[in-house]
């Protein structure tokens, strides 16, 4: 690496750590939280919004079903805490759900779960920017006017900031998240102080305004329907739950028991949020609507396409705290930029999920390597641009990306409890302890109602969402399942066809005889550094070979080797269509086929150039040549380097860089001088 990438590179993502500093990046519960959670937490911005919005359909009147909605929502989130707990004490290595199902119900389920998963890590990140854009874009008439742009900015900077590294990037993200959830609970605090102690009166803005009803007085299926979309929009704000038992090797030991005490306090705080901004806007009268421009009426009047629907948890905050004071800009700012943190859980879920699938041969080895911070930085990357592309198809419009959102999440969830059921049968079968086989029942149980609910709150999403755009999450998957399989197939087929055998084989066995062949074009210093490489093997045979593309060089070239006496048999190939690589490949495979036992090896010699653009100029027909004989059975192929002063002049450039540090690449102090002295104490 050049010192004009180390420089920037370094700057951007810090000095490279050590592997055996791996468990210095492990979190407190306190980091972990904001790194983990940050999804779930933040969905409460938008969440009960899309509850409202699904309502309006039926008008003001439905509004009163939402805190029954509400109320199912923490039940399933309740349930589904629970039942990962059980998860993350069962199977801490990280694998999570896939893990559970791989092991549980078979390759094919895990496989599933995975593609699940990487779906909804990368819509997680997709609709969390989205949203946090158009939140922002309500205040900054720039960021609405080039929103994708701006998202796209957005994931380049969280994808920097998650490629220095797990810990690093939560402390940076605790803040805000830890500013948002105190907010929002002081909202509520102050709220319910206003309205039951003082007595006041809270309007939200829309509070006078009218929705136009798509669909009046609604009953029997119909209403049924509707609550149950409403339902499955509401569960979005179970989101990431998932990603604490992906996690659980990035906490601090004891690491099953801070995981699970993470999970308890994520869905307390997330349903606590969740119910007290449903309340809230019941009591201040919020009104939402899919299509405001013409749903929602003040004085009788649409409000026109000029309109900007706010969140409900702007309008909330707003009749709580008074619009402009200082709480409700607080809390503006924090809903806003946590919301962009929000795709910090996937940003910690999909890369160490694609290690594991990686080190299973479901995708490709490179997503198993920590970068330069310890941090899964192909995964990041992969992620960061998969999620660009979905944001720049979907225009970054939260409404239409967030139809493709929970299938996943929820086909994970009900294959895992399923899978965490069958875990515990199987260990019932041969425990004899009393005491643990009532914990196993127990733990059974609540797995099997987890299984039963977010199962059957899969099919409500797929029922109500797949015209809505569902239908592209579950095609996602599919191509995700086609692809992990095919590549598990092609490291199979290469890992039968290399695994050496027990006794001896073609392979072990030496050739009859080994040709050597030496190109040559000119003579020069490099083609006489490689004749006399080639006598030192002492081959059975030994030829110089020449392709005649130019009449009066070839025989300039004869004329030299004669005067030379170069004691090497010079073979001249004729090529009358100017080629130089075919005939030599021809030339080869006749020698390979005269003698299939013999090995034939080709001797090249090559230019060492110092700078990029010399490149350019010398040895394009080696590196041809070279990727022909690549495919040609039983040719080996050497190259025989010969180093031109500007390549003496690279490696004096490269030596001057090892002796520079890049910023931040050294500290001193004591530190530094402590870690100098660690290798020369006694162990």
């Not at 007595?199 to 669909?215: C, F, Q, S």
């Not at 690491?255 to 997330?270: D, E, F, H, R, V």
């Not at 199962?455 to 579950?474: N, P, Y």
Request: charged share 15%; with cysteine; proline share 5%.
């Amino acid at each position: 690496m050049s010192k004009l990438t180390d420089v920037p590179k370094r700057i951007l993502i810090g000095r490279a750590l050590r592997s055996d500093r791996l468990g210095e990046t492990l979190l407190p519960k306190r980091i972990a939280l904001p790194v983990f959670a940050s999804d779930p937490l933040s969905s409460v911005a938008y969440a009960p919004g899309e509850v409202l919005l699904v309502l309006s359909i039926a008008g003001v009147s439905a509004y009163h079903y939402s805190p029954w909605i509400a109320v199912a929502v923490v039940v399933l989130m309740f349930t589904v805490v629970a039942s990962y707990r059980q998860n993350v004490h069962a199977y801490p290595s990280g694998g999570g759900d896939y893990e559970v199902a791989t092991t549980n119900l078979g390759p094919k389920a895990g496989l599933t779960v995975a593609s699940a998963l990487l779906v909804d890590y990368v819509l997680t990140v997709a609709v969390s920017i989205a949203s946090g854009i158009e939140n922002l874009g309500s205040a900054v008439p720039f960021v609405v006017e080039h929103k994708v742009l701006c998202a796209i900015a957005v994931i380049v900077l969280l994808t920097l900031m998650n490629l220095r590294g797990v810990k690093e990037s939560g402390s940076l993200f605790a803040i805000p998240t830890y500013v948002f959830v105190a907010g929002v609970f002081v909202m509520i605090a102050w709220g319910a102080f206003r309205g039951l102690v003082l007595g006041d009166t809270m309007r939200a803005p829309t509070a006078d305004y009218h929705i136009k009803a798509e669909h009046q007085g609604l009953a029997g299926f119909a209403l049924v329907f509707l609550m149950l979309r409403a339902f499955s929009s509401g569960c979005a704000a179970l989101t990431g739950v998932e990603a604490i038992s992906n996690g659980v090797p990035a906490f601090r030991k004891p690491k099953s028991k801070n995981a699970a005490t993470t999970l308890a306090m994520m869905g307390l705080l997330a349903v606590t949020m969740f119910c007290g901004i449903i309340a809230l806007a019941m009591t201040t009268n919020v009104r939402m609507a899919e299509n405001p421009a013409v749903d929602l009426i003040h004085n009788g009047v649409p409000l026109g396409s000029d309109y900007v629907q706010n969140p409900v948890i702007s309008q909330v905050a707003e009749a709580v705290f008074g619009k402009g004071s200082f709480l409700f800009v607080v809390l503006a700012a924090a809903t806003a930029l946590v919301l962009f943190l929000a795709a910090n859980t996937a940003y910690n879920g999909f890369p160490l999920l694609g290690s594991i699938l990686a080190q299973d041969r479901y995708l490709p080895r490179q997503l198993h390597t920590r970068g330069d911070r310890l941090a899964f930085s192909n995964g990041i990357v992969l992620l960061a641009g998969a999620a660009g592309l979905l944001v720049w198809i979907y225009g970054a419009d939260s409404t239409r990306l967030i139809q493709l959102y929970i299938v996943g999440v929820f086909v994970s969830f009900t294959l895992s409890q399923t899978g965490m059921v069958r875990h515990w049968n199987r260990h019932l079968a041969v425990e004899k302890d009393p005491a643990k086989r009532t914990h196993m029942i127990r733990s059974r149980a609540i797995n099997a109602f987890g299984a039963f609910f977010t199962g059957l709150v899969l099919v409500v999403v797929l029922v109500t969402k797949f015209t809505h755009g569902a239908w592209v999450a579950l095609l996602g998957m599919c191509i995700f399942y086609a692809t992990m399989t095919a590549i598990r197939k092609h490291y199979d087929r290469v890992a039968e066809e290399i695994a050496a055998p027990e006794g001896p084989s073609d392979d072990s066995l030496r050739p009859s005889r080994v040709h050597s062949v030496v190109l040559i074009s000119k003579i020069h210093r490099p083609a006489l550094r490689a004749l006399a490489y080639a006598k030192l093997m002492r081959s059975d045979s030994l030829e110089a070979l020449c392709v005649n593309v130019d009449p009066a060089e070839t025989k300039a070239l004869r004329a030299e080797w004669e005067r030379r006496g170069i004691d090497v048999p010079l073979k001249v190939l004729d090529s009358p269509y100017r080629e130089i690589t075919r005939p030599i490949i021809d030339y080869v495979k006749g020698l390979r086929k005269e003698s299939p036992r013999d090995a034939v090896s080709v001797i090249i010699p090559e230019y060492v150039v110092g700078h990029w653009y010399e490149h350019l100029l010398h040895n394009q027909s080696a590196l041809r040549l070279k990727g022909r004989l690549l495919f040609t059975p039983g040719v080996m192929v050497t190259s025989v380097p010969y180093q031109l002063q500007s390549s003496e002049a690279a490696k004096i450039r490269a030596k001057r860089r090892q002796e520079w540090n890049a910023p931040g690449a050294v500290r001193r102090g004591p530190a530094a001088v402590d870690r100098a002295k660690e290798p020369s104490q006694p162990k």
